[in-house]
């Protein structure tokens, strides 16, 4: 996905789309929240040993199209292809997490996601260089896709089977079929992971706007505000077992959301560069692990229908993510930019005062080593 985003650019000059190319890129937010869907109610009824390499063959394949593209139509339907791929391994492969969890009997699920975010400054680096050989998208893309399948080829021997978690709930596996409705608290975990990925979305697309329009900050200097966030989010996600592991998922998630309140609020009312960017730096890192004990908590509270579970967490999340850029532009048009921000700011208070949602259930054992405070 990271080798995608670096080559935006140049597709967008190639296919002629311009400014068009936004309204695009909304097809691969509709892919991959179907896709979401979809997996979900699959990886509970066939494994995610089955699914994972499936979703990840499908994402690895699909990443060549949009370098094949050669107008808007075409790269329309690249993207949703794709966006449906990434969808589908996104949930797969957090619903093993899951299981992995479980077996491990301690957070790891924030370590899965650092390794999502050391991904994205991979292509960074890699795609940078690339482009200055020259190199075709097509050529850099189906390399990477090729890549993709090769991991993915290698790597499915080594999933778990339902029976290999150290602690299985049922060891009848993916035969148990996820329920027909999904539970109140499932939708719950839904709505605090979009108002989280709402956040994330802001700091993705604006941070470097904000320096850049109200401070006035130089260009070079206004795109540290995101290299500080993304910095942060992925130390933070490194660091975030063992917080998570030592003080409880609760605790993590509620002061979490707190720091990432104060960061942005710092943020938006400093009238100096450097502390502007401090704020941005401190919302990373209290983001960092949010969104991964949601995941957790939604996957933990019933085995037999993770998957299901998971694809409507990370689905509304993802939304959430869409939705955070889309809804402070009008907002800036009413006020200045920098009081937007202060949407996403009620959405950290608001999880941080609802954090008790994550608290492992009292008839579940438990996938932590220390009980949530």
Do not use: K
């Amino acid at each position: 996905m990271g080798m995608w985003i670096v080559h935006i650019p140049g597709i967008e000059h190639r296919t002629g789309i311009s400014h068009a190319v936004l309204g695009w890129l909304l097809l691969l937010g509709a892919g991959a929240f179907a896709g979401m869907q979809a997996t979900g109610p699959l990886t509970d009824r066939f494994g995610s040993r089955t699914v994972v390499p499936i979703g990840a063959a499908l994402c690895s394949a699909a990443v060549v199209l949009p370098g094949l593209a050669a107008n808007a139509w075409t790269l329309g339907a690249a993207l949703l292809v794709l966006g449906v791929g990434n969808g589908c391994l996104d949930v797969s492969m957090n619903a093993h997490a899951v299981q992995v969890e479980h077996g491990y009997r301690r957070p790891v699920m924030s370590a899965f996601h650092a390794a999502f975010s050391l991904g994205g400054v991979l292509a960074s680096l890699v795609g940078a260089r690339t482009l200055t050989w020259n190199l075709s998208p097509v050529t850099t893309l189906g390399t990477v896709a090729l890549a993709g399948l090769a991991v993915a080829a290698l790597a499915a021997p080594a999933l778990l089977r339902p029976t290999d978690a150290r602690h299985p709930v049922d060891t009848a596996g993916p035969a148990v079929h996820a329920p027909r409705t999904t539970p109140r608290h499932i939708w719950a975990l839904a709505a605090l992971a979009l108002m989280i990925m709402l956040c994330e979305g802001v700091a993705n697309d604006w941070s470097a706007l904000h320096l850049r329009r109200v401070l006035d900050a130089p260009a070079a200097t206004a795109a540290l505000a995101y290299g500080a966030f993304a910095t942060t989010m992925t130390v933070g996600r490194l660091l975030a077992d063992r917080m998570a592991a030592r003080f409880g998922p609760v605790a993590l998630l509620r002061h979490g959301a707190s720091v990432a309140a104060l960061g942005l609020t710092a943020a938006a009312l400093s009238p100096w560069i450097p502390v502007a960017l401090a704020g941005w730096a401190v919302f990373g890192a209290g983001l960092s692990g949010c969104v991964p004990q949601l995941l957790s908590a939604a996957g933990h509270t019933d085995q037999g229908a993770a998957g299901t579970h998971v694809s409507r967490v990370a689905g509304l999340g993802y939304l959430g993510m869409l939705a955070g850029p889309a809804v402070i532009g009008p907002l800036s048009h009413a006020v200045p930019l920098n009081l937007t921000f202060f949407l996403p700011v009620l959405c950290c208070v608001i999880a941080a005062a609802t954090a008790g949602i994550v608290r492992p259930a009292r008839h579940t054992p438990a996938p932590l080593e220390a009980n949530a405070v």
